[in-house]
């Protein structure tokens, strides 16, 4: 695994070798940089994500999940995408606890630094690099939340010789830069495009459209349900959305390879669609962040919380703003559901 301090020589030495790479390679050499070697959440980190804004978002999973499961029947596995500090893991763990189920819990994770953290908090996981090694035998209880906006996105330039992939270049004078490929790449972008002015920019990702059509062909053959939260939009993006987050600020992307995080709005109505290309498998969504968490019972669990501790009524208030209002979590994040086989919808989408 690289880790920051080298993974700037090597996408200079991979450049220098094999001359401009796609944005997609540099951003995943990058990302599994960033995680591999430093906690990157809380206050003291670059962002903080909902399972550690309040413990109301994993319970609030866990319930959704547990409905499903109740309603299948069975056994079933916990599954988590990238699960970060493993906050949200617990705080769903004591949710199934409360209606007696103890599913096993499957954590896919590439970080070293926070597979420890992870573990402290579920010593019981089993870890999994990719989710090819997850279990094929029962049906999988899959969330992810703020997982595929790290996936890696391909950029295309409209230039005047026509659609080109953005490619990322290096010298000593300008560090990092994005130069357009020499390859043609009209049949990559979609027909409504191909006209589009100079200098437009379509962005996709291959890793997570795949990533998606693999989980809902697990749902197709073993069961199961997938909730998939994050940041992004119901319709194709309009251009390049690719961010850099360091220590709570946006920075240049291709400045500090490995020292920030790389992400990029995640396009939904892409997501769906691999998703519905797998035959059996039952969509919904997406749906804002905030209409979901009310319509499976946020204001209730804020209330209880409340009157348990009533010298935090304040934070838990400002906590359950923070994921429901549209000028905070609320809308900016979506919410998208999918069930396999014998599994119902997942409740609220
Ligand atoms: N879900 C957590 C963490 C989100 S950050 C939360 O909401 O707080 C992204 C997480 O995905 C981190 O745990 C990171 O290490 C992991 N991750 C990023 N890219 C990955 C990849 N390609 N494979 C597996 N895990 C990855």
Redesign the pocket.
Known sequence: MLTQHIVEDELQALIAKEGPIPISRFM?MA??AY?SDHD??GIKGDFI????VSQMFGELIGLALADCWKQAGGDAAYV??????G??AVDAMRSLAMVDLEPLVHF????AI?RASQAELIPAAIWH??ISSLPTDVPLMIV????FD??PVEQYVKTMMGWRELMVRHDDIDGFATVPGQEACEDRVPDDLRDAHTASVYEQSSTARKLMRDLAKRLAAQGGVLIVIDYGYHDRAAGDTLQAVHAHAYADPFARPGRS?LTAHVDFSALKQAAQSVRGVKVRGPVDQGDWLVAIGIDLRADQLTRANPGRAAELAAARMRLIHPDQMGSLFKVLGASGVGWPVVPGL
């Open positions: 995943a990302n599994a995680y990157p959440f994500t909902a399972p550690e988590e995408l990238g699960p970060g500090r906050t949200m896919v994770e590439t970080s926070l690099d990719d992810a939340n703020e997982f790290a996936m995080d």
